[in-house]
Structures are given as C-alpha cells and as structure tokens.
C-alpha cells in the first residue's frame, strides 16, 4: 500500500491546540495511531519524566532550526529552562498563549504553501507546551514533517516522481530511528 503523505493537510486545532491532519481527498481527519516513537514518549510520561520529554522536544526543535528568529530563540530559552531548573507552568503557558496567533498564520500561510521554516517554528513552539507529552509528540511530527518536505525540496518532478515516494519513506523512516535513538539515550540518562 502506497502511504499518501503528501495527500494530508495538517490544520492547527485552536481548541486542542495541536496539529490534526486531514485526509486531501475525503476532507476526513486522519486518525493517527501511535508509532514507535509516540509509544516511547508515553512511556516515559507514565514514569514522570516530564523532564526527559521536554529534552526530546528540543532536541526536535534544534535538529530542524537552522537558523532562529527571535521568537524561536525566547521560546526555546523557556523551554531549556524549564529543563534546568522549575519553570512556573504560568510562565510556559502564558508564552505558549501568546504565539498561537503565529501559530495559527504559521499553519495558514506557512505549511499550506510548503515554507520549510513553518514546522520548524511550530515544532520549536511545542516546547513550551504546557503538556509536556503533548509538546513531545508535536515536536516529533513537525520533526518528521519538516524532514518530508526538505525530501521533497531535494527531488525534482517528472522522472523521479516514483522514486520520490519511496525516498520520503526511507527518509521518515531514517527520522524516525533518530528520533527512537535518542528517546533511548534520554532513558539511559
């Protein structure tokens, strides 16, 4: 079975304050079923590492940020903090209240027309995410999001456009095992 990935439209749900997808052809919401790497990040939020989410967080956020914007660099400032030392959750979610604006014109205008830098600064976002398991799985999808759309950005159409399908996947494949590798090591630490 072919994946359709490229078929999904990701909309910001304000109520839930998280990304959904949407199926491009039905208009249905595409439910997402847990992979090995959401598995891992429940796992460890059922053992109280908050902590150890928030790490994985940011290390999705750096891992795609090249280079940061203002507002990327005071939302990932928070977010390390509030590794280091206890952040008042007020302080996390009033930062994480008051981009949702961006957040929003971010998923409008930036995923829809294929901005690289639109996940990048969603999944930074996500790590101030008052629910630190939340922020975590965001984080990871924007992850795997943005790494599809660089994919994409390095193939051409025409010739290739059969090849392209089985690169995303190599290449959400070989996120994904970056991801669970580092998951690992945060629970070794």
């Not at 999705?60 to 507002?71: G, Q, Y």
């Not at 924007?142 to 090849?163: P, Q, T, V, Y």
């Amino acid at each position: 079975m072919k994946k359709r990935n490229q078929d999904f439209i990701y909309i910001y749900d304000t109520e839930h304050q998280k990304m959904i997808m949407i199926d491009g052809e039905t208009g249905e919401r595409v439910h997402e079923e847990d992979d090995e790497v959401t598995s891992l990040l429940k796992y460890l939020h059922k053992q109280g590492q908050d902590m150890q989410l928030r790490k994985f967080a940011v290390w999705c956020a750096r891992e795609i940020n090249e280079t940061l914007k203002p507002i990327q660099k005071k939302i990932l400032d928070l977010a390390e903090k509030a590794i280091e030392t206890d952040v008042e959750s007020e302080s996390l979610e009033e930062l994480y209240k008051e981009t949702e604006g961006t957040a929003i014109a971010t998923d409008t205008v930036g995923l829809r027309h294929g901005e690289k830098s639109a996940p990048a600064y969603l999944a930074a976002r996500e790590c101030i995410n008052p629910d630190a398991l939340k922020g975590a799985i965001q984080a990871a999808r924007f992850h795997r999001l943005w790494m599809e759309m660089d994919e994409k950005e390095g193939l051409s159409e025409g010739a290739l456009k059969e090849i392209k399908t089985s690169a995303d996947l190599n290449s959400i494949q070989k996120v994904t095992q970056q991801q669970t590798d580092k998951l690992l090591d945060l629970m070794n630490e």
